[in-house]
């Protein structure tokens, strides 16, 4: 399995931006898919973005498509999620995961989790 390590989190003002990171440890990094998960207080947690080990196909929630990019930098074994226009719905614990395959869109495609890093958006 591979360790993953968020960062980035905090608390921002709807409208306002935020970049999540995520160091990843233990395999080779660009082989693998990469996604973004979030779960709020008192609901499952559901996917939000995914892309492709080359990092050439991504994939998005709809309810934060247009809002959010996710990104890699194989050379830095790190994957990005720039959050714009946040809202106080997009309030949750933001987690990294890793997949076994080159590209996966559902949780339980993904073996390696991280521990979380907190986003919280007032209105």
């Known amino acids: 399995q591979v360790q993953l390590v968020e960062s980035g989190g905090g608390l921002v003002q709807a409208g306002g931006s935020l970049r999540l990171s995520c160091a990843a440890s233990g395999r080779t990094f660009s082989r693998y898919g990469m996604g973004w998960f979030r779960q709020a207080p008192g609901k499952e947690r559901d996917f939000v973005a995914a892309?492709?080990?080359?990092?050439?196909?991504?994939y998005y929630a709809d309810s934060v498509k247009g809002r959010f990019t996710i990104s890699r930098d194989n050379a830095k074994n790190t994957v990005y999620l720039q959050m714009n226009s946040l809202k106080p719905e997009d309030t949750a614990v933001y987690y990294c995961?890793?997949?076994?395959?080159?590209?996966?869109?559902?949780?339980?495609?993904?073996?390696?989790w991280g521990q979380g890093t907190q986003v919280t958006v007032s209105s």
């Open positions: 892309i492709s080990g080359s990092g050439f196909t991504t």
């Open positions: 995961a890793a997949a076994a395959s080159s590209f996966a869109r559902e949780g339980y495609e993904y073996d390696s």
